[in-house]
């Protein structure tokens, strides 16, 4: 494949159009749009100095190519999904693996690489002649002696292949992403091992039988002589086998060390005034952050202290210097069934105590008008409705598992388990478009808990489901944007454990997602989840606040996870086994110790600002006298979500109200 080597528009135009005209034995392994070619590292927005193109793998009969050409416009980008899967359920796996990340099999997140709208293409492009084709370029994979990726930072991911004949060619920017998919697919064809001397640098080997024999003898495995080595197997066996197998290991990781010196491809192919690639690392993220401050937290506001902060008519006063208090402290046991109504919206702030009944006669009505609508489904009814009994069916199954170790909820005929069942099949009724979803169940349990009553349950839970009902939706945007978010948090706060990360192939957190899914309902006993969460609802510092909680768990974690040898199964296994074991009050110092850093570095990226709401030009925040259950919600949700709560004055159903046989704060503790 030499040949195909050729610099110019014209002789690369002729090679891939004949590559083109080459329809036996040849079959298209893989493709990835949306890679561009940066011929200028100044940060220019003129069409010419970025190149749109696509990337393919390409089986022939005797070879397999790597390909990149230019293009004119885009394509659609390869999707993650994250779908909901049922046990046992293979239906919508794909050739991708199911990659587990370290929740409930019930929640699979699926990897799909899919294209919309573009017609399958039965043979590859050939680029357009002219000036950008010249960039164009097809490498044998036998003639591939490297990969340097980027290194990791805040922009795009690009690779630099580099040939045995030493040409290292432009680096290919994804602009997409696919870097992992593109290395992944290659693996098929090639081993990768990364360098002893440079991280970021892939040693090509060729999967062959002979090169492995070869490497084999290289090592010497046996060279203290037979007789010496039957003797250490017998007096140790598990380390005679394993001591020398190390060896392979260590071998395939990079034993055949790069030439010092790379060969840059040659000027005549490369644009005016293009600079070394390594200028490219400028997008990297090197904060100068100060001393991390040392955070104490507060004693719980008692209901001494929250009664004065209602004047007479009961209308809370200094709103925001009650929600500092609850984020620095927290609440007692005796105010948390009144505060949690206000938190979550179910009592606007400035209401007065007659208001506040008059919201729950209405609210309270509205409750039991919804769930009256389920409740006279037929059952002749319901077998014609898949979707009313496809949730009923979910919903049964949640709340037979769901914090049965609490005291609150265990027993088989615990009046509990029957109200979290009323509660979530009315909110279905409440949001159709939502519905149910697994992880619901435990976002109700806590509050219903807490209020001790169903309709209050079912408002307060409506509150918090305006924050977080984005965490449910199918397309799994949300999600997968506030692990993006994180990992930018991590980065700028702590690059070498991104670092680590990235070479164990958990740079995507994926093994956070049940963190910020259900906002770390498993992973602290239930009364530090009661705490977390209404230091959360403050919205204080910043409505993305619980993004740093799962920062202060991977700080808290650093030294465990970056002295050891983990991979990235040893990874989640290690984050699945924290849960139960941490202090949340701990967590929330290191939280607002992280915050506080933050918000004091003077070389914050604009994006990091915004993300914690510290840019100045953003919008203020949302005015203290509305109804807002917190800042997330638009001005017309905030009317509509003028949420009542019920201190009870009357209610219609005995079965509504349940009377705790203990004191709450005696109840055993969430099983994982």
């Known amino acids: 494949m030499a040949s195909c080597q050729t610099s110019g528009s014209d002789a690369n135009a002729d090679v891939l159009m004949c590559l083109v005209m080459e329809s036996d034995g040849y079959k298209l392994a893989f493709e990835k749009h949306g890679v561009f070619l940066h011929t200028s590292t100044k940060r220019q927005h003129d ?185 250490r197997f017998f007096g140790d066996p598990y380390t005679a086998t394993f001591g020398g197998f190390s060896k392979v290991t260590n071998f395939f990781r990079g034993a055949l060390r790069p030439q010092d010196g790379v060969y840059q491809r040659p000027l005549s192919e490369m644009a005016v005034g293009l600079e070394d690639e390594p200028g490219f690392e400028v997008i990297t993220c090197q904060v100068e952050l100060g001393e991390r401050p040392i955070v104490h937290r507060q004693e719980p506001v008692g209901e001494q202290e929250w009664e004065s902060y209602f004047d007479l008519e009961g209308r809370v006063i200094e709103v925001e210097g009650l929600k500092r208090r609850i984020f620095s402290g927290g609440l007692s046991p005796g105010t948390r069934k009144e505060a949690w109504k206000f938190l979550l919206g179910y009592y606007p702030w400035n209401s ?200 202060g768990i991977l700080d808290l974690e650093r030294e465990a996870l970056m002295n050891s040898d983990y991979g990235l199964n040893e990874i989640l296994k290690h984050i699945n086994e924290l849960t139960m074991k941490m202090s949340v009050e701990d967590i929330l110092c290191r939280a607002e110790a992280l915050h506080q850093q933050l918000a004091h570095c003077q070389d914050l990226p604009l994006n990091v600002k915004e993300l914690l709401g510290l840019a100045e030009f953003k919008s203020p925040a949302p005015s203290t006298d509305t109804a807002s259950p917190l800042q997330p919600l638009s001005p017309s949700q905030v009317h509509e979500l003028d949420l009542t709560d019920s201190v009870s004055p009357s209610q219609p159903d005995s079965s509504i109200e349940i009377l705790p046989t203990e004191d709450t704060t005696t109840s055993q503790s969430l099983s994982p």
């Open 47 to 231: 069409q010419d100095s970025m190149i749109q193109g696509v990337i393919r793998i390409i089986e022939k009969s005797s070879d397999v190519i790597l390909q990149w050409i230019p293009v004119d416009e885009d394509e659609d980008a390869a999707q993650i999904h994250y779908r909901k899967e049922s046990p046992g359920s293979t239906d919508c796996r794909t050739e991708e693996e199911l990659f587990d990340p370290g929740y409930e099999p019930d929640w699979a997140v699926i990897s799909t690489v899919g294209t919309k709208g573009r017609p399958q293409e039965e043979t590859p492009k050939a680029p357009k002649s002219g000036h950008r084709g010249k960039w164009a370029f097809i490498i044998s994979l036998s003639d591939l002696k490297s990969i340097r990726k980027s290194k990791p930072g805040l922009g795009w991911s690009y690779l630099i292949f580099i040939t045995k004949d030493g040409v290292s060619y432009q680096a290919l920017h994804f602009h997409q992403g696919g870097t992992k998919a593109l290395l992944k697919a290659l693996r098929k064809y090639i081993i990768l091992a990364n360098s002893p001397k440079d991280s970021r640098l892939y040693l090509v080997y060729p999967h062959d039988s002979h090169a492995l024999s070869h490497s084999f003898d290289e090592l010497q495995m046996f060279d203290d002589g037979s007789s010496d080595l039957f003797s």
């Open 352 to 551: 007065t105590v007659e208001e506040r009944k008059t919201i729950v006669r209405e609210k309270t009505d509205e409750y039991f008008r919804m769930k009256l609508q389920w409740k006279s489904v037929t059952d002749d009814q319901e077998k014609r409705n898949t979707l009313l009994r496809g949730y009923r069916s979910l919903i049964e199954r949640d709340v037979s598992r769901t914090d049965r170790n609490n005291k609150f909820y265990e027993g088989n005929d615990n009046p509990g388990l029957g109200l979290l069942n009323d509660v979530l099949m009315t909110y279905c009724m409440y949001n159709f478009d939502l519905g149910y979803v697994q992880g619901m169940s435990d976002l109700l349990s806590p509050v219903l808990f807490v209020t001790q009553n169903e309709v209050d349950s079912f408002w307060c839970f409506s509150g918090f489901m305006e924050l977080v009902h984005h965490n449910f939706e199918e397309s799994q945007e949300s999600m997968k944007k506030q692990l993006a978010q994180l990992n930018l948090l991590l980065r700028v706060l702590d690059p070498a454990l991104c670092d680590f990360l990235d070479s164990k192939d958990s740079g995507n957190l994926s093994c956070c997602f049940r963190w910020l899914l259900i906002w770390f309902k498993r992973e602290f006993s239930f009364q530090d989840i009661l705490l977390l969460w209404e230091v959360l609802w403050t919205g204080l510092p910043s409505l993305n606040f619980h993004l740093l909680i799962g920062c």
